[in-house]
């Protein structure tokens, strides 16, 4: 269920037609040792914050009043960019000695900042999965990897590349109906390894992020191309135009989850590693490396079989994984969320559970767990080294 604070964070970024969406890292609560300070704020978007351009070689503070929810407090807080030395960031800082929000409980959680002026922010730190869903299919936005922005009426962020933004444009132009999501899968996969030189001896960390993220903007395109003259027509009443939203709405959370899922299993038969997607054993496990029958089959030895879950954030869907596929201790969760507790991290180590993290997000996490973490390539190599031959 969608708490409260959500619903008003989704309705002030509406309302205000901005909003920055961050989950809060290691790095952001000085977990890590950094001498950083304050979370940090993407330097893309900082219009969005601050009056001050990036400029090297300065320092700008930018004070600014930001109220706290669910804390139910302002800080007098001071957006600061930091030019000199190596130093090239914006981060968001002063919050005041009891303020709850830079605790190592909090990383992993979803700050939604929303600037009502240059000087007056509203802030939002979410802590449940179903909030990070609904808030990034309400504002039509998805993290990946880092931090998502929502910008009322701005048009498709494509990619760096011409030749990629002209192969998404006519797949999008090429549709007269919704697609399902493995076709708008299938096709971002086929668009990069025709587009991109070297793309299928990409590192599978790399490739299953530039996956996720050139899948979004494909998908953004053919949304607004197929969706736009259902919301511009006049509807015969609220109860038809709620269908439509709630419609435009679900599909867009169903998409998120199912396209992780389609792109790991790409990556995975990229890499030449047997797997059977979704199999009917214990619950329904997102992958089973090799296969059922390896599982069903107990003269075959339990180490070389893996059970995977493929979830973009874990907050509390990694919980259901263990009790998938019981014959099989050991867990693995692939997850593209950038930061977790240390406390949660400690519950997943307990029940048997190892995580899965693309090679750049690692640094978001507690500096004394990174060694634990696997990447993608090392449990491709892991998978590899304990299958019979």
Not at 236 to 248: C, M, P, Q, Y
Request: with cysteine.
């Amino acid at each position: 269920m969608v708490s409260p604070f959500c619903e008003r964070a989704i309705e002030e970024a509406q309302r205000y037609g901005r909003a920055i969406l961050k989950f809060i890292s290691a790095n952001d609560t000085g977990a890590t040792g950094s001498h950083q300070s304050g979370y940090y704020l993407p330097k893309k978007i900082w219009q969005l914050y601050s009056p001050y351009p990036p400029t090297k070689g300065v320092n700008h503070d930018h004070f600014v009043t930001v109220d706290w929810w669910p804390w139910g407090r302002p800080t007098a807080s001071c957006v600061k960019w930091y030019g000199k030395g190596t130093r090239e960031e914006y981060r968001l800082t002063r919050f005041g000695r009891d303020f709850p929000y830079r605790t190592s409980d909090s990383v992993g959680d979803l700050l939604v900042l929303v600037p009502r002026s240059e000087t007056s922010f509203s802030a939002f730190v979410l802590s449940e999965d179903e909030d990070f869903d609904e808030i990034q299919a309400q504002l039509g936005v998805e993290i990946v990897p880092f931090w998502g922005a929502y910008i009322a009426g701005a048009e498709v962020a494509l990619t760096d590349s011409e030749r990629i933004d002209h192969a998404l444009r006519a797949f999008a132009a090429s549709v007269s109906e919704f697609p399902p999501t493995v076709t708008i899968a299938k096709a971002t996969q086929l668009i990069l390894a025709a587009n991109v030189d070297g793309f299928d001896d990409l590192a599978p960390d790399v490739a299953l992020l530039k996956l996720l993220e050139t899948e979004y903007s494909l998908f953004k395109l053919v949304e607004r191309q197929l969706c736009t003259p259902d919301i511009i027509r006049l509807f015969g009443s609220v109860d038809e135009f709620l269908a439509t939203a709630n419609s435009i709405l679900q599909r867009r959370k169903s998409r998120a989850g199912k396209s992780m899922e389609l792109h790991c299993q790409y990556v995975l038969s990229r890499a030449g590693v047997p797997f059977e997607a979704q199999p009917v054993i214990d619950g329904e496990p997102d992958i089973v490396i090799p296969n059922k029958a390896a599982y069903d089959d107990l003269s075959y030895p339990e180490e070389s079989i893996f059970i995977v879950g493929v979830k973009r954030t874990c907050k509390d869907r990694w919980r259901p994984v263990t009790n998938e596929a019981r014959r099989v201790a050991a867990k693995y969760i692939l997850t593209i969320q950038s930061g977790i507790s240390l406390a949660q991290l400690r519950q997943m180590e307990a029940r048997g559970v190892t995580l899965i993290v693309p090679k750049a997000l690692h640094k978001e996490y507690p500096s004394e767990f990174r060694p634990k973490l696997l990447t993608l390539a090392s449990f491709i190599e892991r998978v590899r080294s304990a299958l019979p031959l």
